[in-house]
């Protein structure tokens, strides 16, 4: 199977980065591509936040910045 990787990045806040990764993340995941991920390099680690309920398909982890 071929990786995809899928990067969203913005220097401006609050034009749905997260939001965009979850769901692209989610539909990924239901389509039976395995081993889907979201790193969260976010400030405020808005993604880890959501995927804390444990009811996400897929992984989230962090990276740490430096």
């Known amino acids: ?38 790193v969260d390099r976010d400030r405020t680690r808005s993604a880890t936040s959501w995927s804390r309920s444990g009811n996400l398909p897929f992984f989230v982890g962090t990276v740490l910045a430096t």
């Open 1 to 38: 199977m071929s990786r995809l990787l899928i990067s969203l990045a913005s220097l401006k806040g609050g034009v749905g980065k997260t939001t965009s990764a979850i769901h692209i993340a989610g539909h990924l995941s239901k389509q039976g591509r395995g081993g889907v991920a979201v």
